[in-house]
């Protein structure tokens, strides 16, 4: 006995939009659409915390906000780009200020990075070959970059008190190094100790990521290159530096974003307001903004920081992708 089938519904069976077909759509909506739904809790923290602060920033840099206008800040008068040509007229005392905490910046920021990943690297280097006691190492290479930032720095104030700190009772009590204990904390030497400082704590952060990019590295390259005659040198030359490019790219990124913008470790070495050969722009904008009062201003600085750091980062990695794409080629 045969059953026949009707013509409408072989019709609705062969259709590609059976019920079938259109229960599988949603499914995968939802599938796609569920990665964006849990991104969702940190995209709306991510606008709360710093995009809307960002935005009012930007709009307060426009205004002339003095203390006058604190209690309602929008109730201050426009002035235009008035805040960014005080801030940029080198000749002025304000522009000439902002352009010395700038320069003092950069130089305090490329020294800082270039001995933080100088010191991490070499660590990384020594601690891969087995030996007695390397955990150990490890463990106490990675406690400067563990310990909070104001307990670390109060710990350094206190080295560097000029009557009983540790500095002073070294260099020179016992050593013989200076002809009198030095002022650390103000004149030309808080430059040192903000370096000091911003090393001892950061380099534990690339001998981290350095040592982790150097686990990726083949050891047979090391044997082959052995075999071949290379030296502990020429085997860092040719095989170790060439192969952790890649991590040194995004970690000198870091470290550069992260001491450009340090504002913790100043802030508590010298207190609120910093000694001229340490004056960071951090700290700079933080005074023009909440010890003059003059919030407009020190939102016009914040900008001009910004863009300035947009560009470095910008121009970094437009040169290191083409870098890596002419050694791929």
């Known amino acids: ?100 905490s700038f320069l003092v910046t950069v130089a305090f920021t490329l020294l800082s990075v270039g001995l933080c990943w100088l010191i991490g690297t070499a660590a990384a280097i020594y601690l891969q070959d087995n030996f007695r006691g390397r955990g150990l190492l490890r463990a106490l290479f990675l406690v400067p970059y563990a310990l909070p930032v104001y307990t670390a720095v109060i710990t350094w104030v206190f080295m560097f008190q000029h009557d009983n700190g540790l500095v002073n009772h ?38 981290l990521i350095v040592m982790a990019g150097l686990q990726n590295i083949p050891k047979e390259l090391y044997e082959a290159a052995a075999l071949d005659g290379a030296g502990m040198w020429q085997q860092i030359r040719r095989i170790t530096l060439p192969s952790l490019r890649p991590v040194n790219q995004v970690l000198v990124l870091v470290l550069f974003l992260w001491t450009f913008n340090d504002f913790n470790t100043p802030y508590v070495l010298f207190g609120r307001t910093a000694p001229q050969a340490a004056d960071l722009i951090s700290v700079h904008i933080y005074q023009a903004s909440f010890v003059t009062w003059n919030f407009g201003t020190g939102s016009a600085m914040s900008v001009l920081l910004l863009l300035f750091l947009l560009l470095v980062t910008g121009a970094y990695l437009w040169l290191t992708s083409r870098g890596r794409r002419t050694a791929d080629a």
């Open 170 to 207: 070294v260099l020179h009590d016992q050593l013989g190094l200076t002809d009198k204990p030095s002022f650390w904390l103000i004149g030309d030497n808080s430059f040192i100790a903000l370096l000091s400082v911003s090393v001892w704590k950061g380099w534990p952060f690339a001998f």
């Open 1 to 100: 006995m045969t059953t026949t089938v009707p013509p409408e519904a072989a019709a609705r069976q062969s259709s590609p939009g059976t019920a079938s077909g259109r229960s599988r759509r949603p499914g995968r909506i939802r599938r796609i659409g569920l990665p964006y739904l849990l991104l969702l809790p940190a995209l709306l923290l991510e606008l709360l915390v710093h995009l809307v602060p960002m935005v009012i920033g930007i709009m307060m840099s426009f205004k002339e906000l003095t203390q006058f206008y604190i209690r309602d800040w929008t109730t201050a008068p426009w002035n235009a780009f008035d805040n960014y040509a005080m801030s940029v007229d080198f000749n002025a005392p304000v522009g000439e200020a902002l352009l010395h």
